[in-house]
């Protein structure tokens, strides 16, 4: 085994880092929404839904999916409320939210 120093290594470079990440156009955001939505119900409630669908549709969003506690559904609400933020004094359009996640 050949022991290799640092300076014979190949930089690391990060993928984000080479390329600049496509900003998303005006038609892409509820899709966008919806996956950061997804992303972020996964981390704060550490995967404890499973098979997680958040969906648009004309009443607002609505979040669907299986828990073993209602704890890890008032997670997974508060995670979709902070992307969402309906609360916001900015002048943006409120949105429902609609947990339809089972506790089973």
Known sequence: MTLRTLTEL???V???MATPTPQPSPK???A???DSIACVVH???NGGVRDLRVDMTSGG???TGRTN???TKQLATHA???VVDPQSESGSARVALTNAIEVC
Request: aromatic share 8%; no cysteine.
């Open 10 to 12: 190949p930089p690391i």
């Open 14 to 16: 990060s993928a984000t």
């Open 28 to 30: 892409d955001g509820d």
């Open 32 to 34: 966008t929404m919806i």
């Open 43 to 45: 981390q704060r409630t």
């Open 61 to 63: 969003l609505v979040l």
């Open 69 to 71: 506690t209602y704890y």
């Open 80 to 82: 979709a409320l902070d």
